[in-house]
């Protein structure tokens, strides 16, 4: 009986997303009629206008969406299962820290020392902002792999990743008060949030990326089971807890990297969906938690970026400002279940 109860759960997700995914296509300031984008699809469609808006814009934004939520929560899951802290996410590392500081460093201190907006530099600009975030969360994610190598305290390591957040934080800041505002703006509009990023020429490398940082992650469901007993049972098990933790991090980084590194710091996503998957199929067992939060990542970024880009709004809100909508006030209901 159980077990009819999760697979309908799990189809009735995965119904939901192939709806949304279609709506994403479907929704936006030029509404599409569904038979048209069936016909476009299946190029049926001499339409040539519909097939642009569809597979240069709508197509690959709906692909990075699902795969940046997908990503975003497993590693949010994987980091309150190592921490037992049901408030950790992605971010608490300072991955996204590091991935905003290179950021920072290309756009504010290019303008700063050639005198010119980041944006004048045209293709360079989107390159090189991409390849600066993901070289800023690698080193960060290096940095934290090393201190939690030689550290069994997790707390400690939390606060080292902390202070290194800040740290960062501090050097943009720096950067900001010597820039030109037109770069400003542009760190700003970054630092949102956007699934829009990617397109169809960076997605291959995109989506082959994520799917193998997900694949990985189902190999650690036993160990994340384990885990779960605390330390002192689960070293009696067997289980390396040091280099367990190595490689949980690992992953878990690794999966912030790539989304932050092409999508900006999205909030909340990682934080609240384990949440959400433990509510629904009441049980802590990662072999179900891992592909069930991964689904509802999928659902919850596919159901975001539907409303940033409700017809209305002069181009697309902010990710971060939709996702702080859904991811808040779960974040609020367990700090007060946590209370009780």
Request: aromatic share 10%; glycine share 10%; charged share 10%.
């Amino acid at each position: 009986m159980k077990n009819n109860k999760i697979t309908i759960g799990i189809l009735g997700i995965i119904a939901f997303g192939i709806i949304l995914f279609i709506l994403n296509l479907f929704v936006g300031s030029v509404t599409i009629p569904i038979e048209d984008i069936f016909k476009v699809l299946l190029k049926d469609n001499t339409d040539n206008t519909l097939s642009v808006i569809i597979f240069n814009y709508r197509l690959p934004q709906a692909l990075t969406a699902l795969l940046a939520g997908a990503a975003l929560s497993v590693a949010g899951l994987l980091m309150q299962t190592l921490f037992r802290n049901p408030l950790a996410d992605p971010s608490m590392l300072g991955i996204s820290s590091g991935a905003s500081l290179g950021v920072g460093i290309v756009i504010l201190l290019t303008g700063a020392i050639s005198g010119a907006a980041m944006s004048s530099f045209g293709w360079w600009s989107t390159i090189g902002v991409s390849l600066a975030a993901f070289i800023g969360a690698v080193l960060v994610l290096f940095v934290m792999l090393a201190f939690s190598s030689r550290m069994k305290n997790m707390t400690t390591l939390i606060i080292i990743g902390l202070m290194i957040a800040y740290l960062a934080g501090s050097i943009t800041d720096i950067l900001k008060f010597f820039s030109l505002k037109e770069d400003i703006h542009a760190f700003v509009i970054w630092g949102m949030g956007s699934f829009s990023g990617v397109g169809t020429s960076k997605m291959p490398v995109f989506a082959i990326s994520i799917i193998i940082g997900l694949f990985v992650s189902f190999f650690l469901s036993k160990n994340l089971n384990i885990l779960l007993l605390g330390e002192m049972y689960a070293e009696n098990l067997g289980l390396n807890i040091r280099k367990n933790s190595v490689v949980i991090i690992l992953v878990s980084g690794y999966l912030t990297a790539i989304v932050t590194a092409y999508c900006g710091p999205i909030a909340f996503v990682g934080l609240a969906m384990p949440h959400i998957a433990r509510f629904l199929f009441k049980s802590s067992d990662h072999r179900l938690l891992i592909p069930a939060t991964m689904l509802i990542g999928m659902d919850m970024a596919l159901f975001c970026n539907l409303i940033a880009r409700m017809p209305g709004f002069d181009g697309n809100l902010p990710i971060n400002a939709v996702t702080a909508f859904i991811g808040a006030p779960v974040v609020i209901s367990v700090i007060l279940k946590s209370r009780k």
